[in-house]
Nanobody, 128 residues
């Protein structure tokens, strides 16, 4: 079992930045691919970014590429999502997830069902 807890969400204005933190406990977090997903009201959960277990491969949805940066520090059992140049359409509940599938040169899994462990989510609201 891996327990994940997100923090760092909040209410910001368009153009601002936020850094989300995912703190893991339980089984070895460092052996899992870590992903960030988000869900807006009335919409399905969607992929945002993912990072391989070593941190050597990162993968982003086109909607956030160039604005968001995913990273991890395995020694601290912690993952991060730095979000810059935020837009109102980035509003939603952001979830951290961990899954066993590795990443490759083609990227990491974008599918929620391929991630086994999830946090409770943190709200991000971007006003225009």
């Amino acid at each position: 079992q891996v327990q994940l807890v997100e923090s760092g969400g909040g209410l910001v204005q368009a153009g601002d930045s936020l850094r989300l933190v995912c703190t893991a406990s339980g089984r070895t977090f460092s052996s899992y691919t870590m992903g960030w997903f988000r869900q807006a009201p009335g919409k399905e959960r969607e992929f945002v970014a993912a990072i391989s277990w070593s941190g050597g491969i990162t993968y982003y949805d086109n909607s956030v590429k160039g604005r968001f940066t995913i990273s991890r520090v395995n020694a601290k059992n912690t993952g991060y999502l730095q979000m810059d140049s935020l837009k109102p359409e980035d509003t939603g509940v952001y979830y951290c997830a961990a899954g066993p599938l590795g990443c490759s040169g083609n990227g990491c899994s974008r599918l929620p069902f391929e991630y086994d462990y999830w946090g409770q989510g943190t709200q991000v609201t971007v006003s225009s």
